[in-house]
């Protein structure tokens, strides 16, 4: 039997878990925002400007809104999973999936355009997008709407790895 002051004491804790872990959620996702961006400014310019891409490139200034819609959602997504408990299965290995998944988008920026390699970017890319399904997959398992949270970061990848081969190729 709980006492009445028990009874709000845990809600609020609940509370406070539930919205800690938004915020670590939307943390991790600005941490690698972040790096990105001040990775990808590295190759922007002349270098990236110079190189042959296909026709189908989107704008430079597309990037910035689209990668801003999927961290969210990603965070969002992770944060439902969280929120399940470290106890519920598959918790603990989607998330640190997800992990990967975040490194490796810091990785792939790193690698196109701070070391300006495209094609070993190609490898980093597809790991990337393995990585992504991989953990769409076990976010499924454990919280189907995450899931289907994950699948526009999926498709954009999908598209960023064949400009990503196609810009290989030309290069």
Avoid: C
């Amino acid at each position: 039997m709980t006492t009445t002051i028990e009874a709000p004491r845990r809600a609020r804790d609940t509370r406070h878990r539930r919205y800690g872990l938004l915020a670590a959620s939307f943390g991790a996702v600005l941490v690698v925002s972040v790096a990105g961006i001040l990775l990808t400014s590295l190759g922007l310019g002349p270098w990236y400007d110079a190189l042959p891409k296909p026709a189908w490139t989107p704008p430079e200034a597309a990037f910035g809104p689209v990668w801003t819609t999927l961290y969210v959602l990603q965070a969002i997504a992770a944060w439902l999973v969280a929120r399940a408990g470290w106890r519920t299965p598959g918790v603990r290995a989607g998330l640190g999936l997800y992990g990967l998944q975040l490194a490796l988008q810091v990785a792939w920026s790193g690698t196109f355009f701070a070391l300006r390699a495209p094609g070993a970017a190609v490898a980093v890319i597809l790991a990337l997008l393995v990585t992504l399904g991989l953990t769409t997959a076990a976010f499924a398992r454990v919280r189907p709407l995450a899931a289907a949270l994950l699948a526009p970061a999926v498709a954009w990848v999908a598209f960023a790895a064949a400009l990503n081969v196609a810009i290989a190729l030309r290069a």
